[in-house]
């Protein structure tokens, strides 16, 4: 048997990795998204969420952070496996909060001069967006510490990815809480907060994820 044929079977019998990364990312990642849902939780429910839940606006609002949790995650997957491109995960995110920030114009420019503050500032614009990179952390840290475990070859970029996945996961168990209602506010301040997740992640990765 010479070399080609000898590392042609070993590759046949190798069979899918199962290293603990693929195994455990799943039980981290519920655990962390479980401590989320404790955090908002002990910040309380919308005590009107059930009628709120069956809106247009809610609906939609899940809809964007759930195509930003889709794209975000396609992006991670990609960084941790060398020589794979990033494919079209950027766009993706690129137009999901372009859609987001173009409802939310959409929304200004139709509202009376005299309402168009309220719409972007609501009620909860101090504490929005540091609420959701509060609720992300957990997130963030299940993602890097099982991507420790993988080859990320741009750490910074592969954790500003994961951040910005943990900061749209926890966008949207922040929104059991959240009583806003406005695209507006939305565009600003719950992609304010993911994009604080992301820079968190990024400056995390380019430390913990090198080789």
């Known amino acids: 048997m010479n070399t080609d044929q000898l590392i042609s079977l070993l590759a046949h019998e190798a069979g899918p990795a199962q290293g603990p990364a693929a195994q455990q990312v799943g039980g981290r990642l519920a655990i962390a998204l479980a401590l989320g849902g404790v955090m908002v939780l002990y910040m309380g429910l919308n005590p009107k969420l059930s009628d709120f839940a069956s809106t247009t606006v809610f609906a939609l609002k899940m809809i964007w952070l759930l195509a930003v949790v889709v794209f975000s995650g396609a992006l991670v997957y990609r960084m941790v496996h060398p020589g794979r491109q990033m494919g079209s995960a950027p766009w993706g995110i690129g137009l999901a909060l372009l859609a987001m920030g173009g ?92 994009g604080l997740s992301a820079l968190v992640g990024a400056a995390l990765g380019a430390r913990y994820l090198r080789w």
């Open 103 to 194: 409802q939310g114009m959409n929304q200004l420019f139709q509202a009376p001069l005299e309402q168009r503050s309220a719409l972007m500032m609501g009620a909860s614009w101090q504490v929005c967006a540091f609420n959701i990179a509060f609720i992300a952390l957990p997130v963030l840290a299940s993602l890097l510490w099982t991507l420790r475990d993988m080859a990320p070859t741009r750490p910074a970029l592969t954790g500003a990815a994961s951040g910005l996945l943990a900061g749209a996961l926890a966008a949207m168990l922040y929104s059991l809480h959240c009583t806003e209602n406005s695209f507006a506010f939305y565009s600003v301040w719950y992609s304010g907060g993911m």
